[in-house]
């Protein structure tokens, strides 16, 4: 019986076998599948993972002269043919499976599992703070820098970008606060997002319309670290900025986050993340996108008020941008070097936490943000209601009994059905921005609220 090229290309294959497993094993170091005919591949000598089709890797793997077992064996073509295809048949059928592949922010390039989920880092991001660093003249820097935050704020702005960079420098995902800072048009807001930041993170990615819920899909915040904000991103809807403190909680203090990409399952990842937000205080409504200033999220955000000065360099045209771009990043190097080297945070501002930071507000930021929130309502409700007709008596009672006395009036039933929190709470935050007036207190076991007249505090000041 006469020998078919099929019959012939499988006797050949038998032995050659272990030739043949050699060559797959070394290919199946740099091949991963993700999804039905997603591949990526690694050459030996790059730093990075493509991506291809499962005919384009193999069009790429062949003119790399895949399978080398088969190049010096004198073959028909049909056999050669029946080989090739069973060759890479086999390696694809074997290549490890994985649920996310992509950049990770703050991860190195390779696979690796996260709670028992496989995961391709295809690239990694490199900037100057993963470099080895040495002393240098930053003085222009710093000169921006102390002018656009003055005495009272920079160690809040140096000891945040020294927990960034070191975080960054470990690769390892660390809790780091939601920095803000709010000033006015022409002050340096972008510059320092666009330009600082981003040579220290590897660029931005803005979460608004994932926040927002215009897509489900979340999967480009994985990439960067930096997830950046600007005013024209914000909301001043009090549902929208509950909703932005929410996502501040989860991004700032959450081990895991949710990954959903396009036709692809939700996982959850864990990369380094560096919130940031700029917006502009004039008019003072561009303040209210900031969310509330809750109990249980002032420690996760630093909120920071900039001044006005000219740039050392003009900014007039695109060639002027970009020689003060370069003038900048040219000495972010010595900056970082100081950070870790030179630098030691006042004893004041740090605490034993995993921020390792106070929280904080400006005070004139923390003034408007209360001036416009539903809080500043209630109290006045109250003052009209409850200190009707010059009353100067304080009143004592549960949230629910003054909740009760409110809903009297129509309109300010109508107000608080509209509110979504738990009307105590609104209470508790009226108690830490006026606290001569707004106090708890214990009778019996039960919460009571002590609130006294609007004249407490004027007499106060």
């Known amino acids: 019986m006469s020998s078919t090229p099929l019959m012939a290309a499988k006797s050949i294959s038998r032995r050659f076998e272990k030739t043949r497993r050699q060559e797959w094993n070394y290919l199946l170091e740099w091949i991963y599948r993700f999804g039905p005919n997603e591949y990526y591949y690694r050459d030996p000598d790059s730093t990075q993972f493509e991506r291809f089709s499962k ?4 069009e790429k793997l062949q003119a790399d002269g895949c399978p080398e077992y088969l190049s ?9 043919h029946i080989m090739t295809d069973q060759f890479f048949g086999e390696l694809f059928s074997e290549a490890k499976t994985v649920a996310y592949a992509g950049p990770l922010a703050g991860y190195d390039v390779g696979f690796r ?10 690239q990694a991001i490199w900037t100057c703070v993963h470099d080895d660093l040495e002393e240098g003249d930053w003085s222009g820097l710093r000169g921006i820098l102390e002018r656009m935050w003055g005495p009272d704020q920079i160690d809040y702005v140096y000891s945040w970008l020294q927990r960034v960079i070191r975080v960054m420098r470990s690769r390892i995902p660390s809790p780091i ?12 807001k972008t510059w320092f997002q666009e330009v600082v930041l981003d040579w220290f993170l590897g660029g931005h990615e803005c979460p608004s319309q994932f926040m927002d819920g215009d897509t489900p899909f979340n999967s480009k915040l994985f990439r960067v670290p930096h997830l950046m904000l600007s005013d024209q991103d914000g909301s001043p809807s009090i549902q929208k ?3 932005f403190g929410g996502y501040i909680k989860r991004i700032t203090s959450n081990k895991g986050l ?7 399952d939700a996982i959850t990842l864990d990369p380094i993340r560096v919130p940031t937000c700029s917006f502009n205080t004039s008019p003072a409504e561009r303040i209210k996108i900031l969310p509330p200033l809750d109990d249980d999220i002032q420690d996760k955000m630093i909120i920071t008020k900039v001044h006005y ?15 003060f771009r370069q003038w900048t990043q040219a000495q972010l190097p010595a900056l970082a070097w100081w950070l870790l080297n030179g630098y030691v945070p006042p004893a004041d501002i740090i605490l034993d936490s995993r ?7 400006h005070p004139e930021i923390e003034e408007h943000l209360f001036e416009m929130s539903p809080e500043r309502k209630v109290r006045d409700f109250i003052d009209d209601i409850v200190f009707a007709d010059g009353r100067d008596q304080g009143w004592k009672g549960t949230a629910s009994d003054l909740e009760k006395l409110l809903n009297k009036d129509d309109e300010a039933r109508a107000f608080l059905r509209r509110q979504s929190g738990r009307f105590s709470d609104i209470l508790v935050s009226l108690e830490r921005a006026a606290p001569e007036r707004f106090k708890r207190k214990k009778n019996n076991g039960q919460r009571l609220w002590v609130i006294e007249p609007p004249s407490a505090s004027a007499n106060r000041d």
């Open 355 to 361: 921020f390792g930071i106070k929280g904080y507000c």
């Open 241 to 243: 900025r509950r909703k």
């Open 55 to 58: 005919s384009g890797l193999r």
């Open 113 to 122: 599992e996260y709670n028992g989920t496989k995961i391709l880092v295809t």
């Open 258 to 264: 949710e990954c959903h990409g396009k036709f692809a």
């Open 177 to 188: 606060q939601f920095f803000a800072f709010g000033g006015p048009p022409d002050s340096g």
């Open 72 to 80: 010096e064996l004198k073959l028909g073509d049909q056999e050669r």
């Open 309 to 323: 000065g000219k740039m050392p360099l003009p900014t007039a045209t695109a060639e002027q941008e970009l020689a």
